[in-house]
């Protein structure tokens, strides 16, 4: 399982995210997900170490705490939902169908 790292500072690196997270155990992997249109960071990470107890240890430590000007949500991270394709943003199809069809055409589908 992985640990998900909420309201992190943009100017937090992966490095300085090992580095927070190695005081608790082995890290196995980091995650910093960036948006697709800028390039920058989304403000949230997830980390992954080597055992359960090691992330148990890194979440109540540092869930809450100050670091980089920041207070950090810590938690264990939650399964993506599941469900139909995800609608970013308003407007335009897209590939997810836009704006409803025109009358009389809802038998075609």
Partial sequence: ???YV???SFKATEQDIIDVFAEYGEV???KLPTDRETGRMR???FVELASEAEEMAAIEA???AE???R???VNKAQPKPQGGPRREGGGGGGGY???GGRRGDSDRY
């Fill in 1 to 3: 399982m992985a640990i």
């Fill in 6 to 8: 909420g309201n992190l």
């Fill in 28 to 30: 196995k992997s980091v």
């Fill in 43 to 45: 403000g949230f990470a």
């Fill in 62 to 64: 540092l869930d809450g």
């Fill in 67 to 69: 670091w980089l000007g």
């Fill in 71 to 73: 207070d950090l949500r």
């Fill in 97 to 99: 169908g836009g704006g």
